[in-house]
């Protein structure tokens, strides 16, 4: 069974901080990694894609992956209230798409 | 263009009745997927499609889902004698098989057995 893990939350960070959300998988010759967004009651929405070891920026958002650790995180800088919502993290495996439970981020003005 | 769209947005059944879900893919995207997602929980993998390869049915919690999808579009995902504990959001997506192969979502429809 693939397993794509994260803590499930909640994390509470202050309006301005970093926040640091990371993923754990086990499919060793998983091929994409991605970082979903899900407000409450509304689809998930991709924030960011990464399929090479190292990081990947993208304005507040930086995606790092570490293959040979089987572990991808996400960090958002300058973390604002409109970023609280859960964040999914998911793995693909040849055509085997696998989703994390979420964590739920709560950003306190 | 025109994203993933679902219908219908909200159904409500009685118990033992069954219900068709439908998906409508982006234009293009050979790979679609269906998820249920239960309140406060994580997705939930149903059903893959590719192509006209034989469908990855791995996810169906029993024999009471089935899916299919006509001309490699739009599928339809049925439940047959419906249970409370069916209800959920169901989520179809779908993507390219090949980078970027990001799965685009669609609203969803939330289904309510009573």
Known sequence: QKEVEQNSGPLSVPEGAIASLNCTYSDRGSQSFFWYRQYSGKSPELIMSIYSNGDKEDGRFTAQLNKASQYVSLLIRDSQPSDSATYLCAVRFNNDMRFGAGTRLTVKP | ?114
């Open chain 2, 1 to 114: 263009g025109a994203g993933v769209s679902q219908s219908p947005s909200n159904k409500v059944t009685e118990k033992g009745k069954d219900v068709e879900l439908r998906c409508d893919p982006i234009s293009g995207h050979t790979a679609l997927y269906w998820y249920r997602q239960s309140l406060g929980q994580g997705l939930e993998f149903l059903i893959y499609f590719q192509g006209n390869s034989a469908p990855d049915k791995s996810g169906l919690p029993s024999d009471r889902f089935s899916a299919e999808r006509t001309g490699g579009s739009v599928s339809t995902l049925t439940i047959q004698r419906t249970q409370q504990e069916d209800s959920a959001v169901y989520l179809c997506a779908s993507s390219l098989v090949v980078p970027p192969d990001t799965q685009y979502f669609g609203p969803g429809t939330r289904l309510t057995v009573l």
